[in-house]
């Protein structure tokens, strides 16, 4: 089975600042997919970005950006020019690519980061 | 508007009760997906759904029931709620693509907060 580890329970960063939030997780597969989701106080679990195994090149949406190493099976999120709407919760969920298999349809979650953003 | 929303997206139940959280989407996606999230555990899947027809356990379906009753429209029961099952509760979507295979990414509703007492 497929572990997701966030080993930050807390970050804070500076307003304007670059902070990076770290993710590993563990999987035999080959072909998969990561993503990182935001959950503000308002609950909602919201997409932020996502990357796709199969790419090397990282994926960035504005301001967030990833580090993928497949080899180290690390995917960190960077976020640059922090902003006091960027506090939040950030999770690292796992999706195997393999949709013919029974249980691949999840997302497996990290325990997620405490994001604060210091004014 | 929202594309998933839930309802309730607060609720307060005592033990033994018999309780139901909804889930409707705009979005016309096929997959449609319960969690729940505890507090240091991340979300787990409960149930999730193919289409009307195809209902899915997930890695904690014990205590849940589920009921697919339209597309767009996903409800999540507890037939007896007991104080464990207090948590946040998730519902999501994902999108069939022409070709018949599934989008990776899945959409959340804003959640239902649930306190069994």
């Known amino acids: 089975a497929q572990t997701v580890t966030q080993s930050q329970p807390e970050m804070s960063v500076q307003e304007a600042e670059t902070v990076t939030l770290s993710c590993t997780y563990d999987?035999?597969?080959?072909?998969?997919?990561l993503f990182w989701y935001k959950q503000p106080p308002s609950r909602q679990m919201i997409l932020v970005i996502r990357?796709?195994?199969?790419?090397?090149q990282n994926a960035t949406e504005n301001r967030f950006s990833v580090n993928f190493q497949k080899a180290a099976k690390s995917f960190s999120l960077k976020i640059s020019d922090s902003q006091l709407g960027d506090a939040a919760m950030y999770f690292c969920?796992?999706?195997?690519?393999?949709?013919?298999?029974?249980?691949?349809?999840?997302?497996?979650f990290g325990t997620g980061t405490r994001l604060t953003i210091i004014p | 508007d929202a594309d998933v929303t839930q309802t309730p997206r607060n609720r307060i139940t005592k033990t033994g009760k018999r309780i139901m959280l909804e889930c409707s989407q705009t979005?016309?996606?096929?997959?449609m997906y319960w969690y729940r999230q505890d507090p240091g555990l991340g979300l787990r899947l409960i149930y999730y759904?193919?289409?009307?027809?195809?209902?899915n356990k997930g890695e904690i379906s014990d205590g849940y029931s589920v009921s697919r009753q339209a597309q767009a429209k996903f409800s999540l029961s507890l037939e007896s709620a007991i104080p464990n099952q207090t948590a946040l509760y998730f519902c999501?979507?994902?999108?069939?693509?022409?070709?018949?295979?599934?989008?990776?990414?899945?959409?959340f509703g804003p959640g239902t907060r649930l306190l069994v007492l």
């Open positions: 999501a979507t994902s999108e069939r693509l022409p070709s018949g295979q599934f989008k990776e990414t899945q959409y």
């Open positions: 999987t035999s597969e080959s072909d998969y997919y």
């Open positions: 990357q796709e195994a199969y790419k090397q």
């Open positions: 969920a796992y999706r195997s690519a393999l949709l013919s298999n029974f249980g691949n349809e999840k997302l497996t």
């Open positions: 979005k016309g996606h096929d997959r």
């Open positions: 759904s193919f289409d009307v027809k195809d209902i």
